[in-house]
């Protein structure tokens, strides 16, 4: 197979936007656990502006602001619950992928326990409905005596 | 229940869904309340923009008002301006927050469309923004006499957005006002 020279740059150009793309601002963590933090963290928090995406893959300048809000108060030693808690209370419960259990978000949380159940109770009942009519019924002598007529009609006509 | 009323389960769970999605069609998932409502506005300490004297949050209080966050880079700011304009010159009391921005341009800003603001807090890095949950220019917020936010409004303010939410809310709050001191 010949690879032109213009695929291979094509190739290349691809891979290399793809890496630029990738590219947002990065922090000196004095402690790899921090780091590690900040990485859980900026993933669980959502960004106000573009809604779908949480604040470490969206490049809006809000998510900037808000992951360097993250950063500095790792550094200044803050614990995961505060700094989800300075987080709400400037942008809502809307900010975190995980809401609280709380008011607002009591059918968020339950809805999909209530389907499941829903959705046995539904299989439930229709399993004992077919069971109760009964799937198998046993020939009636007449019955047996239809099909073997029939059988054998089949055979003699072949 | 009848088997054949049960034939009548896809249209009803249809209906059950169609209602929803129809329902959301009229709703704007960008309308969050702001976390801040009934609270003090943050605390604060920033430049005027023009006069660079240092404001805080007793600066903002004292009267019912509107806060605008708005950029000289933000295009639907442009496009609210002169609605802001108008309403200044109908006496409602409006205050700036210049987000993010360069105070020359601000400025400019200000001389060619006309200042609707009493004043400007100039917010260059965008923290007082950050504390307020703002996500993106323009916001107003209607704050009372108490400088506490009692709305957010995200987006562009013009005749009907004045006209049906915020107008209300304003007259409310200013004979709150009237009723307190005689």
């Excluded at chain 1, 630029?20 to 106000?48: Q, W």
């Excluded at chain 2, 993010?100 to 800003?109: F, M, Q, S, T």
């Excluded at chain 2, 987006?155 to 004979?175: M, N």
Aim: hydrophobic letters at 45%.
């Amino acid at each position: 197979m010949r690879i032109s020279l213009g695929g291979v740059l094509a190739l290349l150009i691809t891979l290399w936007s793809l890496q630029a793309l990738a590219v947002i601002e990065t922090y000196e963590f004095s402690d790899p656990a921090l780091e590690e933090r900040y990485h859980s963290l900026s993933e669980e928090l959502r960004c106000p502006k573009c809604q779908n995406q949480n604040i470490a893959d969206s490049n809006a300048p809000i998510s900037r602001d808000l992951r360097r809000l993250l950063y500095e108060q790792l550094e200044s030693g803050a614990s995961d619950g505060e700094i989800l808690e300075h987080m709400v209370a400037r942008y809502g419960e809307f900010v975190r992928y995980r809401p609280r259990f709380a008011g607002a978000t009591v059918i968020l949380w339950l809805t999909p326990f209530i389907l499941l159940l829903a959705g046995a109770a539904i299989v439930a009942l229709t399993l004992r409905s077919k069971g109760s009519r009964g799937g198998e019924h046993p020939l009636s002598d007449a019955e047996r005596a239809r099909v073997d007529n029939l059988l054998a009609n089949r055979e003699g006509s072949d | 229940m009848g088997s054949r009323l049960k034939l009548f389960l896809p249209l009803f769970l249809f209906a059950v869904l169609a209602l929803l999605l129809f329902r959301g069609l009229s709703l704007d998932p960008m309308e969050m309340p702001s976390a801040l409502i009934d609270r003090p506005l943050p605390a604060f300490s920033l430049p005027e923009l023009a006069s660079g004297e240092l404001l805080d949050a007793a600066a903002v209080a004292g009267e019912v008002s509107l806060l605008n966050v708005w950029a000289t880079w933000c295009v639907s700011c442009r496009v609210e301006h002169p609605y802001l304009v108008s309403l200044a010159d109908s006496g409602v009391r409006i205050l700036g927050l210049n987000y993010k921005d360069e105070d020359a341009a601000a400025l400019r800003w200000l001389q060619d469309l006309g200042n609707p603001y009493q004043f400007n807090i100039a917010d260059r890095q965008g923290t007082l923004a950050l504390d307020l949950g703002v996500y993106g220019a323009p916001e107003t917020y209607l704050l009372d006499a108490e400088g506490v936010v009692r709305y957010r409004h995200v987006g562009v303010v013009d005749e009907r957005v004045w006209q049906t939410v915020l107008e209300p809310l304003y007259s409310e709050l200013r004979a709150a006002v009237a009723a307190e001191s005689p």
